[in-house]
């Protein structure tokens, strides 16, 4: 069985924000949309203080809470585990966007662009006019997975087709696999390293893992 994840390596990652840019880029999402942000944190007392970037979005979790609540049905769960939104089903309630603990999810309700009220060449592009008025987020670039997998590539390794937030990341952060697949890149870099998953105590089981340290040596 095969369950798609994404890994962001908390020591690699600068905070550059190009994950940002090409996941706007690639789903022409509007100016105050952000699918997939990067959280500029500060850990520690003083004086051993650190600054660190957390990129988060959708965890696209094995129990997703939008889906309990979704009163339309729009919000599936694939069996690979991504979370998918029916922009045909969904009546914009976003009462999925009060049940995510991780603030993933956007409702817009009228066409907004960059740069005044038309779009400029790439927005107009790529603008999808089924996505106003109805709950949107990240979709671990779910069109490139699949187009990828019917022309025999593996998604995390090969770039097309790969998430566009993972192929864009200049410090090589974020990483995308099968973590379901014990030789996969993901569950290599699990194995090797300590880690961990936000709002775990929810049980929503997320898909987005976080290393922050080498495991000890003869650690399990």
Excluded at 34 to 51: A, F, H, K, S, T
Excluded at 164 to 189: M, W
């Amino acid at each position: 069985m095969t369950r798609w994840a994404m890994v962001a390596d908390l020591r690699r990652c600068v905070g550059c924000q190009t994950c940002t840019a090409a996941c706007k880029h690639t789903n022409a999402t509007p100016p105050e949309v952000q699918w997939r942000r990067v959280l500029d944190m500060e850990v520690g007392e003083y004086p051993e203080v650190q600054r660190v970037f957390v990129p988060v979005g959708c965890m696209h979790c094995a129990d997703p809470p939008c889906m309990h609540v979704c009163p339309s049905t729009a919000t599936k769960q694939r069996a690979d585990g991504i979370v998918t939104i029916d922009y045909d089903l969904c009546i914009g309630c976003a009462y999925c966007a009060v049940a995510c603990p991780y603030q993933a999810r956007y409702k817009t309700d009228a066409p907004s662009f960059a740069y005044g009220e038309g779009p400029i060449q790439s927005e107009a592009a790529r603008f999808d006019d089924g996505r106003i008025g109805v709950a949107t987020k990240c979709t671990f670039c779910s069109d490139r997975v699949d187009a990828g997998l019917e022309q025999g590539l593996t998604p995390g390794i090969d770039p097309q087709a790969t998430p566009a937030c993972v192929n864009s990341c200049i410090a090589k952060a974020l990483h995308f696999g099968d973590a379901e697949d014990p030789a996969s890149n993901v569950s290599q870099l699990l194995a090797e390293n300590q880690f961990f998953r936000m709002h775990e105590e929810l049980g929503t089981d997320p898909g987005f893992y976080y290393l922050w340290d080498k495991k000890a040596e003869g650690a399990a």
